[in-house]
């Protein structure tokens, strides 16, 4: 039986149809947000570190071949800026910019995140030809300024299931557009990561009361009437069969 989280509450899912629509998988995608250098790299010039996402790359890479070889496509979002400058700190800067440094300090090559062309766009996830790339994301939300709807509406997609960083930036602010947009939302809680434990937690607990399931990745895919791996039952956090 799958299990989802509701306030951090790990309870079974309902199967008196309630949530058929979030677990269809043959009307479903997997986003995976900013798993790129320019997050991910261990480099001191890492211009906008967030080192606690390089815990879930195995993870995210097992759980994307499981969905590909149920059929569910598999879509990386990669924040990607003009190699001007423009869209960001030579126009108007990102808020984050400012407030971030308040809490992790001064951020060295800040100016260089994302900037097209750079080692930092590259992704640290596995990508397969099979798969979808949306670039152009250029704040907090992948949907902004992207083509992700126009993308997922082409696919005939009706529900996402969202990995990747930062649960409480960028998986957030995804998840609110996606649902109000009228997408059912899953997020994977064990292929999230925050900017702390803390905030991870929250923001894991505001989605799961106002617009997402949120679900441990073995629990998606049995949801979806997936056989999990048999070398590693129940695990593809540890790998599985990958």
């Given amino acids: 039986m799958p299990y989802h989280y509701v306030y951090e509450e790990r309870r079974p899912l309902p199967d008196d149809g309630r949530y058929h629509d979030f677990v269809v998988p043959d009307r479903t995608a997997v986003v995976s947000i900013d798993m790129h250098q320019g997050h991910l ?3 001191p010039l890492c211009p906008c570190p967030a080192p606690r996402g390089r815990d879930i790359v ?3 890479d097992g759980f994307h071949r499981e969905a590909r070889a ?3 496509p598999i879509i990386h979002v990669r924040s990607e ?3 001007s400058g423009v869209d960001d700190v030579r126009g108007i800067p990102s808020a984050w910019r400012t ?3 308040e809490y992790v300090g001064d951020i060295p090559n800040a100016a260089e995140h994302a900037l097209a062309g750079s080692l930092w766009t590259e992704f640290a996830t596995e990508i397969d030809p099979r798969d ?3 670039t152009g994301k250029k704040r907090l939300s992948a949907f902004y300024p992207t083509d992700l709807d126009f993308l997922l509406r082409q696919m005939g997609v009706t529900a996402v299931v969202l990995d990747g960083i930062m649960a409480d930036c960028c998986v957030l602010n995804t998840a609110f557009d996606a649902s109000n947009l009228g997408y059912r939302v899953i997020v994977a809680r064990d292929l999230v990561r925050g900017t702390d434990e ?3 937690r929250a923001a894991l607990s505001m989605m799961s009361l106002h617009m997402a399931l949120v679900m441990d990745a073995d629990d998606i895919l049995g ?4 056989p999990l791996g048999p070398e590693n039952p129940g695990s593809v956090r540890r790998g599985g069969r990958f």
């Fill in 132 to 134: 979808e790339i949306v």
């Fill in 198 to 200: 803390g905030l991870e």
């Fill in 81 to 83: 800026l003009r190699s």
């Fill in 99 to 101: 407030t971030f440094p």
């Fill in 41 to 43: 790299s261990d480099s």
């Fill in 58 to 60: 195995a993870g995210i």
């Fill in 223 to 226: 949801a979806w009437g997936l």
């Fill in 70 to 72: 149920a059929g569910v």
